[in-house]
């Protein structure tokens, strides 16, 4: 098992390079290299056993290897396995799409187009470029070129997804060659300039208290200028550090949007297919977009896949002879892929037949519990807590909301030893990222939380060492 585990991973290291990871620590490392998984772990190639805790990048809803979702790949797999959506329409293609338009049908106004792409960047990309042309086809309008989003927003890593992004992180070095947006203030309670009420927990007093002062400020750039479109996560910015929106902040700015005439574009990337509790996060503020961008969960954490929705508006706004170019030129080789919409068809399948939502429901309350004692911690900040979502912000200075110098990693350091104790997650820099699949149980949750509780009290016990010895030097 260790000679593979050697020569797998001398391979991996020697011709291969993962995404946002600086490649000469990972050449240093001993990267775990996965082998299997079975509902809620993952296995190595060493024969070790961990908890996906953050369903495998958040994408993962039902478990790894949910026999429904693997029977339909394996079905579809022996019929048609991919054929050119150029040209063609396919089986499982057609019924999703229905599928999904039938699901917003809960929505306050229905969507009906579906355009499929591949994962959460293309999804939003598409959105991009169809607003974009919508306006461009708008006999009295003049085109609009700026898109509106929300600091700290992310919206995947295609040119045209940084450009709605704004994690300078991400997006700094690329500013030259990006479409031009704007940001506007986000609705994150525990950073809030206008009100210093404590954290996530007490949202609902907050949320009486506060003022809106971000929806006012959003208001105040949307009649601004006529903006294509503003992009929004809806209930809970993932990349932002699990930010969870006060409940009210979407139908309002929804209304305000409406009210510019200005597009609005939901990327629920991460939020839909149960995550927030919901099979799309806009229908708890009873909010309908006019493109909805979705991904990850779409497959069940199987296969890529993705889709942009639309209203029936902006598909109108596309149709002409074909000498009127107004044809959306845009798609992919593998766009429509029938074993991804396979696959998404069982996925949905699943909350049908299984009672997902229910489950989900018990679960939230099983984390929400399990996370309480981690309030404790001197260093943890906040924990904002959506559906089965959970962020865990560690500060260097819990009164003061200082964060720790981001040279010191410590979100990483964290996980690093979850890890070490069966415990898979990521952080974002120093929040902490609780995302198990559906298929948990409440022991796995209590497993979860009770691990991460001590390499939270371990890792910042160890950098307090480490400062106070500094200042002690330092003093000398
Ligand atoms: N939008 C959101 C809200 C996301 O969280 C992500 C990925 N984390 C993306 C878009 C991009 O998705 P992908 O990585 O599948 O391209």
Redesign the pocket.
């Known amino acids: 098992m260790n000679q593979k585990y050697r020569q797998l991973a001398k391979l991996d290291k020697k011709y291969t390079w993962h995404p946002f990871t600086q490649m000469s620590e990972w050449i240093k490392s001993d990267p775990i290299i996965l082998t299997r998984a079975k509902g809620p772990h993952v296995f190595d190639v060493r024969g070790r056993r961990y908890l996906d805790a953050n369903s495998s990048?958040?994408t993962n809803t039902h478990g790894h290897g949910h026999p429904r979702i693997r029977r339909a790949i394996e079905k579809q797999l022996r019929k048609l396995s991919h054929s050119s959506y150029l040209g063609q329409g396919n089986e499982p293609a057609s019924l999703l799409a229905e599928k999904l338009v039938r699901l917003t049908r809960k929505l306050p106004r229905p969507l009906n187009r579906v355009f499929y792409s591949d994962?959460?960047?293309?999804a939003?990309e598409v959105a991009l470029k169809m607003s974009f042309q919508y306006w461009l086809q708008q006999k009295k309008e003049k085109p609009r070129r700026r898109f509106l989003a929300l600091e700290g927003s992310?919206?995947?890593?295609t040119l045209g997804?940084v450009s709605l992004s704004h994690v300078p992180l991400f997006d700094g070095k690329f500013k030259p060659l990006l479409v031009k947006s704007d940001q506007v203030m986000a609705p994150s309670c525990y950073r809030c300039p206008f009100n210093r009420a404590k954290p996530a927990r007490e949202n609902a007093m907050l949320a009486r208290r506060c003022n809106w002062e971000c929806v006012a400020l959003a208001e105040k750039k949307l009649k601004s200028r006529k903006y294509a479109a503003f992009v929004v996560?809806p209930a809970v910015q993932?990349?932002a550090g699990m930010v969870v929106h006060p409940p009210g902040y979407l139908a309002r700015i929804a209304r305000t949007a409406r009210r510019t005439n200005t597009l609005l574009i939901l990327?629920e990337?991460?939020t839909a297919f149960g995550r927030t509790g919901t099979m799309f996060a806009c229908a708890q503020e009873r909010v309908t977009p006019d493109l909805l961008?979705l991904?990850?969960g779409l497959t069940g954490g199987t296969m890529p896949l993705?889709a942009t929705l639309t209203t029936e508006r902006v598909f109108q706004a596309f149709l002409g002879e074909f000498h009127e170019l107004k044809t959306f030129f845009h798609g992919h080789s593998y766009t429509g892929n029938p074993l991804g919409c396979a696959a998404a068809l069982a996925n949905l399948e699943i909350f049908e037949r299984e009672g997902t939502f229910d489950r989900i429901r018990r679960l939230e309350r099983v984390l929400a519990r399990c996370l309480e004692p981690l309030w404790n911690l001197p260093h943890v900040g906040d924990i904002r807590q959506k559906g089965l979502v959970a962020g865990i912000e560690l500060v260097k200075n819990w009164k003061t909301r200082g964060p720790y110098p981001w040279q010191e990693r410590m979100g990483a350091k964290v996980c690093h030893l979850a890890k070490k104790k069966g415990v898979l997650t990521r952080p974002i820099g120093d929040v902490i990222v609780l995302m198990p699949p559906y298929c948990v149980t409440p022991r796995q949750i209590e497993r979860i939380c009770r691990v991460i509780y001590d390499a939270i009290s371990l890792s910042t016990s160890a950098l307090e060492r480490k400062l106070a010895r500094a200042n002690e030097n330092d003093r000398r």
């Open positions: 990048i958040w994962d959460g960047s293309t939003l992310y919206h995947g890593d997804a996560e993932g990349v990327d990337v991460m961008c991904a990850k993705a």
